[in-house]
């Protein structure tokens, strides 16, 4: 199995940007400094957030439901790594160089520093445990929502699109809104496990939707992100 070990440490004293797919991240897109997001710091595209930023350094995702998505299309073809939940080894001969990580053996709540797995309740988690792993000293969250957009009750940045840019489901893929609301609350464990470990690791993570539910992360205006950098 390709593991994505050999991305432990890679970066020293480096920014990291992850993408997730809320509905900020829509809001994000519009301003100036999210094309050029890749000169100060590395690009992570969680599951469809890969549709507002094709040419990611990194994409991730636990959850092989993605495989049922036209967006997945442009993971392929993407030119960045890909690291993915060993639960997807059963598609092992369809995706060509990607890196796979453990699933952590403890539960959503507690962070082994030795344990070189993931945290697994979702992807988003995910992601974070890998940039902390990966040795980032600023880590950046857009699109890390867990909530409704307030005016129009969308979940997804993609949402916003024209209809005809929105994405196609080829399978059922889609979760309703009540079964992620189940999953945010072991989010949330995960989340204050993460910020306990980013604290012994000195790194900072902050969170650039001061709307969101995810309250443990210190929370910036994404408009303002060029003062933390």
Not at 56 to 61: R, V
Not at 69 to 83: D, E, H, Q, R
Request: hydrophobic content about 35%; charged content about 25%.
């Amino acid at each position: 199995m390709n593991t994505y070990l050999k991305l432990l440490n890679k970066y020293d004293n480096r920014s990291c940007f992850i993408l997730a797919a809320g509905p900020s991240l829509y809001s994000c897109m519009q301003n100036s400094f999210f094309k050029d997001l890749q000169k100060h710091g590395v690009v992570i595209t969680v599951n469809s957030a890969v549709m507002a930023f094709p040419k990611f350094d990194y994409w991730i995702s636990n959850d092989s439901l993605c495989r049922n998505w036209s967006w997945f299309s442009l993971v392929l073809k993407g030119k960045g790594i890909k690291v993915v939940r060993n639960s997807w080894l059963k598609f092992k001969k369809e995706l060509d160089g990607f890196l796979y990580f453990m699933p952590r053996s403890t539960s959503e709540d507690i962070i082994n520093p030795d344990d070189v797995g993931l945290c697994y309740c979702s992807s988003v988690p995910s992601s974070i445990d890998l940039s902390i792993q990966c040795g980032f000293k600023k880590i950046f969250l857009l699109g890390v929502d867990q909530c409704l957009d307030k005016k129009t009750n969308r979940r997804y940045f993609w949402e916003f699109l024209e209809k005809k840019s929105q994405p196609k489901q080829l399978r059922p893929a889609i979760p309703n809104f009540y079964h992620q609301k189940k999953v945010f609350k072991y989010n949330d464990m995960a989340y204050k496990a993460l910020e306990k470990f980013a604290e012994y690791k000195n790194i900072k993570v902050y969170n650039c939707n001061v709307d969101s539910k995810v309250e443990i992360f210190e929370k910036i205006k994404f408009k303002n992100i060029e003062r933390y950098l």
